[in-house]
């Protein structure tokens, strides 16, 4: 099971922010400071288990099945609707 992790940033974090929002950097500095916050970022990412990802891409795919069922059903039920309205084509 996935970790739970509060995403709240540490005084740290806002400090830092807040003195670089201070003192504006030249933009390799902006660049240098986005990468760092990127990889922070991303150490921060928890990967999904073996079966958590089965289990996610079985409701994704059932939720599509569901989608494609009702698109389908409205399409012929408009498609009724027109036929019924306009008549039959010659």
């Not at 670089?20 to 990967?47: H, S």
Request: a positive charge; hydrophobic letters at 55%; charged letters at 25%.
């Amino acid at each position: 099971m996935a970790r739970k992790v509060i995403d709240e940033p540490s005084e740290d974090v806002v400090a830092n922010a807040k003195k670089d929002r201070a003192a504006r950097r030249n933009p390799f500095a902006r660049i240098a400071l986005f990468i760092r916050q990127v990889i922070g970022e991303l150490k921060k990412v928890v990967t999904p288990t073996r079966k958590e990802l089965f289990s996610y891409t079985g409701v994704v795919l059932v939720f599509v099945v569901i989608m494609m069922a009702l698109v389908s059903l409205l399409d012929w039920v408009f498609g009724l609707g027109v036929v019924w309205v306009f008549g039959h084509p010659k």
